[in-house]
């Protein structure tokens, strides 16, 4: 189902965030407070504008309303950032993501209805180390401090076993959400269902407990 984003700041991170929906095949508005950031965007777009995200007519005239997502990238600029969040939330924009820029900024976008904090840096970073200590680990998403989901090699010692003989949910406390072979995936595998050596698997589960799985090999 096509949906539509709007994309205020057009940084690194805006740029990208524009470009891959457009790319998934959404309705993408882009708009910079600078032109020539919105001529970079223009054939990767469905729309893009120039026009400061912090003024509430030019976001009006731009029909920002009529939007179901909005993502705020306005970099360093913290008070812009933070004026255009109150903006959208007071015109009354259902789900507004802002990236922030550090704690300080967080803690405002949160006291002002802000619906998700975005801090790419910060979580890029974590997901590089994870890559960067284990060999295993391909991917790698942060549920909370203690949960994540990991993307992570088969171990070995697995080859050709099915889920009920390594008894993975008792030894290890976590759950497969899916096995990817080549370039299929089964989602939600069954207990009788095989893994081979060179699956990836997509686990979920606690910290130390996908730490124990990794090494297991
Ligand atoms: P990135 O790290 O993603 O490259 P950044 O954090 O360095 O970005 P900036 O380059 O500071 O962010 O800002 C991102 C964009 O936001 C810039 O292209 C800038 O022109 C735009 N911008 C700044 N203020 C406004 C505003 N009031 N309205 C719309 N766009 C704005
Ligand atoms: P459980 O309460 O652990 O699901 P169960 O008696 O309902 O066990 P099954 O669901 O058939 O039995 O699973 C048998 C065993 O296979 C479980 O003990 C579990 O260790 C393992 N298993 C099945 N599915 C998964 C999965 N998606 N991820 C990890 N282990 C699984
Ligand atoms: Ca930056």
């Not at 959404?26 to 032109?35: F, M, Q, W, Y």
């Not at 407990?209 to 990794?214: I, Y």
């Amino acid at each position: 189902m096509k949906k539509q984003f709007a994309v205020i700041g057009l940084g690194r991170f805006g740029i990208s965030v524009s470009t891959e929906l457009y790319k998934l095949g959404h309705d993408v508005l882009a708009i910079d407070i600078n032109e020539s950031k919105v001529n970079e965007i223009v054939n990767d777009s469905t729309h893009s504008a120039v026009g400061d995200g912090t003024d509430e007519k030019t976001m009006r005239s731009l029909g920002i309303t009529n939007f179901d997502h909005v993502i705020v990238a306005i970099g360093d600029d913290i008070q812009a950032s933070t004026l255009c969040t109150l903006l959208l939330k007071e015109m009354g924009i259902d789900s507004v993501w802002v990236k922030a820029q550090n704690y300080y900024h967080h803690k405002v976008l949160d006291k002002i209805g802000a619906d998700k904090i975005i801090h790419p840096e910060h979580d890029m970073g974590n997901r590089i180390a994870q890559h960067l200590v284990s060999e295993k680990v391909i991917d790698y998403i942060e549920l909370s401090d203690d949960f994540s989901i990991v993307e992570i090699a088969a171990p070995r010692s697995m080859d050709n076993h099915t889920l009920m003989d390594l008894n993975i949910r008792a030894q290890f406390g976590i759950t497969i959400l899916g096995i990817k072979r080549g370039k299929d995936i089964n989602i939600s595998p069954m207990a009788d269902d095989k893994i081979f050596e060179n699956d990836v698997l997509i686990v979920i589960g606690h910290k130390n407990d996908l730490k124990r799985f990794e090494d297991s090999n």
